[in-house]
C-alpha cells in the first residue's frame, strides 16, 4: 500500500472539526447509518484515475458519517478492466480509510449494466458470449471481489438498475378531456445484455453469489426512480419471488437522485411501505437534491442520458440565491422526516457525495452546469439543507431559559440566607421545580466563574482563575478558547439562540458565538452597570462619581462600585448633574418616580418578554444576564421602600469571626482582588452598623428588582405557547458576603461567596422539591445537553443533574460527592497563560463539610451540619483529623480528575 495510506491519512483523521456541531452521525445514531460517497479524481469514471485525495473533503466524512460508499472504485471497469485482470490498488485505498475512520463500508455495484468492462458480455471475436460463459464471469468476479472483502464490507449492492419503466396505452380508461387515449407507466426488466444473454434469473443467480462468497453480508437491490408507483410495485414483487424462491434479499436501496418538487411525500411514503412488505429493510443509497432546471420531465438516473447545454438550464454557474438554497433545505427537511418517521425500516441514508464541489450532477444529463445538490457547498461549509436537518432534529425538544444574575447570593427566600429577603417571583420558580440548596460557583468572580459556566471547563482544567481578569480574557485561554460554548452547541444542534445582558463578564463579549444560522438575531442589549450619577465632568463621564447626596466624609475616597441608595433627582446638587450610563457615558434620564429611562436590567427583561412573543419554529435556547444585584446598589425608590431601614436586619455575624481563619487570607489578603476587607474597613469607618445596615437595605433592594424581572420573563413565558416544553434555570455565577467575616465581596472560599442560588424547573422536573447534593456551575452545560438530547462537543468537566432532578431525594446521578471552588492568589500570572492549580486556594464542600486548602498549605474545616455560618474553623482540632485527611484526599483526587 502506498505511503499516502499509512502516515497521511493518519494525520488527517486526527484533526477534528467542531464548528458545525454534533456532526450527522451523532445527530441521527439513534436512527439510521448517516453516509456518503466518494469517488475518483475525474469525471469519466476510468479505473486509471485513482481515489480522490481532498484532505478537506476526507476530514468533513470522517467528521460527519459514520458510513461511506465507493461511488466508482467498486465497479467493475474499475476492479477487473480485463478479464482475469483484478485491480484492487484503489479500492484497498479506500477500505484502508474507511477502516482507519471506523466507517461501515457499502460495496457498490456488483451486477449493472452500465460501467461495465467492454470484454464481460463479447467473446473474443465480438460476439455476445453464451449464458453459461457469463454466468461464471459474473461468479468469478463476486466471489472474487465480495471474498477479497469478506467480514469487512457490510453492505453490497448486489444488482443495480434492472428495472425501467415506459408509458403505455391503457385500453381500460376512457378518453381525457380531448379525446386522447389515456397512458399508464408499467415496469419491466431492463433489456440489458444480462438480460438478453442469461434471463431474468441472473438477478437471482448475482444473490446466490453474493451470498456464497460472504454469507454475513447485506444484500440489496438498488435502483432509482423507486418512488414511481410502478416501479416499486415490481420491485417489491420481484424481491417477493427471490425470498419465495430462498434467495438472500436483505433490503431495497432507493437512489433518491431527487428535485425540489420531487419527491411527493405521500409518494415515498407509500414506496416504503410497499418494499417494506416485501419483507425487506429500506436503504436510501443515493441521495441529492437538484435545483436546476430540468431539460424535461424525466425523473430517473440513466447515467448515459445527455442533454444539450443551453442558458436557461444553467441559471447558477457563479452563485446560487438565497431563497433557492433555503428552498432546498425545505426538501431536505421534508424527505429526512419521513426517514425519521419510518426509522425502524430505514438502515442507512447515504448522500450521493460529501459537497458541491465533486457531485456526478454537474455534468449529468447536461455537461458543463454548475450544480449544487449536497449538504456542504463548494468551500467545504454547511449549507441551509445541512442546518434545516439539525433543526428537524431539534423539533420536539424542551425550550430552555437561562436567567443569571451577578453576585446574587443566598438572600432568596426559602434558601436560608438573608432572612429578610424579599423574593416572590424566584419562590415561585422554586414551588414548581427543584431548589439546589447546596449549589456552587466554580470560581466566585465574574469573569473565570462564567467563562467556566458556558464552556463546562473546570478552572481546574482550563487554569483560568481570574488573575487580572480584565486582561486575561476568557476567548484567549488555550483550553477555553478552542472549544464550542454552550450557545454555539444549542445553535449547531438546530436550536435558535437569543441572549441578552450580562452573559461573559463585562467587556470579555463575543457576539459571534451567538449567531443564529437563519440570521435571527442571536444577541440584544450589553449589560451596563449603571446608572451612575454623575456631576457632568467630562472626566467622570465614564465611571461615574460616588452618591452626592453621601456626607463628604462618606464621598472621600469611594469610587464607583461602592455607591448605593435609591435612584432620585439630582440635579439639586448643581448644574450639569444627572445621571450616565456606565462605560460609554451616554446620558440616563430620572425625571420624577417612575418617569425615567428604563435600567439595562429593565430593557433586558423587556427584550426577554419579546422573544417570547414571537412565533419560533424551532426550539430555542433563551439566556438572560441581570446586572443587579452587582453593585453599584441603585434601584428605584420602591424597592427600598420594601425594607424600612429601622427595621433591616444585618446578615448573621460572629465577632472576631475571622480570628481563626487562614492567616494567608485574612492577614495577607492574599486574593487576586482583595477588594472585600477594604470595602468592609471602609463601611465601618464611614457610620458603623448603621452604615452596613444602609448597604444591607439596598442589597435587598436589588435582590427584589432583579425578582421582579425576573417575575416578567416568567410571566411572559406563562402566557407563551412555549410554557408547557421549557426548561427554566434560575442561579447566579457567584454569591457575596454581606459583612460576614468581617468582609464585603465575592472570591473569598467561605460559603457567603461560594454558593449560589440554583433552581431547575419543567417537563420532566419534580416539583416543589430540595436537593441537597453539592452540585456546581459546571453541571449545568451537561444538564442542558441531556434535556435536549444532544452529545457533548468536548470533554465536559460538569455532571448531568436529571437524576437529581427527577429523584432530588434519592437519585443517583455520576457526579463526585463534592463541589470544588477556587479563588486566585496574588501571584502573579502572565497575560492568556494557564495559572497553576498549586498557587490558587480550594474550597471543596460536601454536603456536611466545608474544607479549604490555601496554597501555602493552611486549612480551614467547617461542620455545616452543626456551624451553618462557618464560624469555628476545626482543622486543628485532633478529634476531626480522620476527616481532615479524608477531604485532603478528595481535594487531592479533585485536582487530579478536572
Known sequence: MKLFTSTLFCIIWASVMTSNGAPLKDAFADDFLMGTALGSRARNHSYKFPMRKDARELELVAQEFNCVTAENLMKMEYLQPKEGFFNFEQADEFMA???????????????????????????????????????????????????????????????????????VLDDTLPPDEEGNPQKKQVAFYRNSPWLQIIGEDYIEL?????????????????????????????????????????????????????????????????????????????????????????????????VNRREELRAELNPYSNSIPAEVLNEQAEQYRAVFDVFLANSEHIERVTVWGVTDRYTWKSDWPVPGRSAYPLLFDR???????????????????????????????????????????????????SERGVRFANAASNCPLCGPSRASLWSGLHPVTSGYYGSNQHANRWRN???????????????????RNFATGKIHHNGHEELDIFENPDGFPGFGSLPNFGPMPNDGKPENLRHGIAPPWWPE????????????????????????????????????????????????DEVHAAEAVEFLGKEHDTPFLLTVGFTRPHSPWYAPQEYFDLFPLEDVELAPMLENDAA????????????????????????????????LKEWTQAYLACVAFVDDQTGKVLEALEQSPYATNTIIIFTSDHGYHMGEKDYLFKYSPWEESVRIPFIVAGPGVAENKECMSPVSLIDLYP???????????????????????????VGRWDGPEFSLAASASKVNVEVNVPAKASDQHFSLRTEQWRYIRCRNGEEELYDHENDPYEWKNLAQNPEYETQIKSMRAQLKQALRTY
Not at 425540489?260 to 443515493?286: C, F, H, M
Not at 481563626?660 to 474597613?681: F, H, V
Request: charged residues 25%.
Open 206 to 302: 448475482a444473490f446466490r453469489f453474493a451470498h456464497e462468497a460472504d454469507p454475513e453480508a447485506r444484500l440489496l437491490y438498488n435502483d432509482y426512480s423507486m418512488t414511481d408507483k410502478a416501479k416499486v410495485d415490481f420491485a417489491a414483487e420481484m424481491i417477493r419471488g427471490l425470498k419465495a424462491r430462498g434467495i438472500t434479499v436483505h433490503g431495497a436501496g432507493m437512489q433518491a437522485h431527487w428535485h425540489l418538487d420531487y419527491p411527493d411525500v405521500e409518494a415515498l411514503q407509500y414506496s416504503i411501505d410497499t418494499l417494506v412488505s416485501a419483507g425487506v429493510k429500506v436503504s436510501i443509497t443515493e441521495l441529492d437534491i437538484g435545483v436546476l432546471p430540468r431539460a424535461s420531465e424525466y425523473h430517473g438516473a440513466d
Open 477 to 495: 485561554n488555550p483550553e477555553i478558547g478552542s472549544v464550542q460554548t454552550v450557545f454555539e452547541t444549542f445553535t449547531a444542534n438546530g436550536y
Open 660 to 691: 481563626d481563619c487562614s492567616k494567608i487570607l485574612t492577614e495577607q489578603q492574599d486574593i487576586a482582588q482583595p477588594w472585600g476587607w477594604k470595602k468592609y474597613k471602609t463601611i465601618m469607618e464611614n457610620g458603623g452598623e448603621q452604615r
Open 783 to 809: 444538564t442542558l445537553l441531556d434535556f435536549a438530547g444532544l452529545s457533548q462537543p468536548h470533554q465536559l468537566s460538569g455532571f448531568s443533574l436529571r437524576p437529581l432532578l427527577e429523584h432530588p431525594m
Open 379 to 429: 468551500a467545504y461549509q454547511p449549507k441551509p439543507a445541512y442546518h434545516a436537518l439539525k433543526k428537524l432534529l431539534a423539533a420536539g425538544k424542551p425550550n430552555i431559559v437561562v436567567i443569571i444574575c451577578d453576585d446574587q447570593n443566598d438572600s432568596v427566600a426559602g434558601m436560608g440566607g438573608h432572612p429578610q429577603a424579599k423574593t416572590p417571583n424566584i419562590d415561585r420558580l
Open 553 to 600: 466624609a462618606w464621598r472621600t475616597g469611594s469610587g464607583w462600585g461602592d455607591g448605593f441608595g435609591a435612584l432620585r433627582d439630582v440635579s439639586s446638587f448643581g448644574e450639569g448633574y444627572g445621571y450616565t450610563s456606565f462605560y460609554h457615558g451616554k446620558p440616563w434620564k430620572f425625571r420624577n418616580g417612575h418617569d425615567r429611562d428604563p435600567m439595562p
Open 97 to 167: 480509510y474507511a477502516e482507519q475512520n471506523d466507517l461501515v463500508v457499502v460495496g457498490h455495484a456488483l451486477v449493472w449494466h452500465s460501467q461495465a468492462p467492454g470484454w464481460l458480455f463479447k467473446d473474443k471475436e465480438g460476439n455476445p458470449v453464451s449464458r453459461e460463459v457469463l454466468i461464471e464471469r459474473m461468479r468469478k468476479h463476486i466471489h472474487t471481489v465480495v471474498g477479497r472483502y469478506k467480514g469487512r464490507i457490510k453492505y453490497w449492492d448486489v444488482v443495480n438498475e434492472a428495472i425501467d419503466t415506459k408509458m
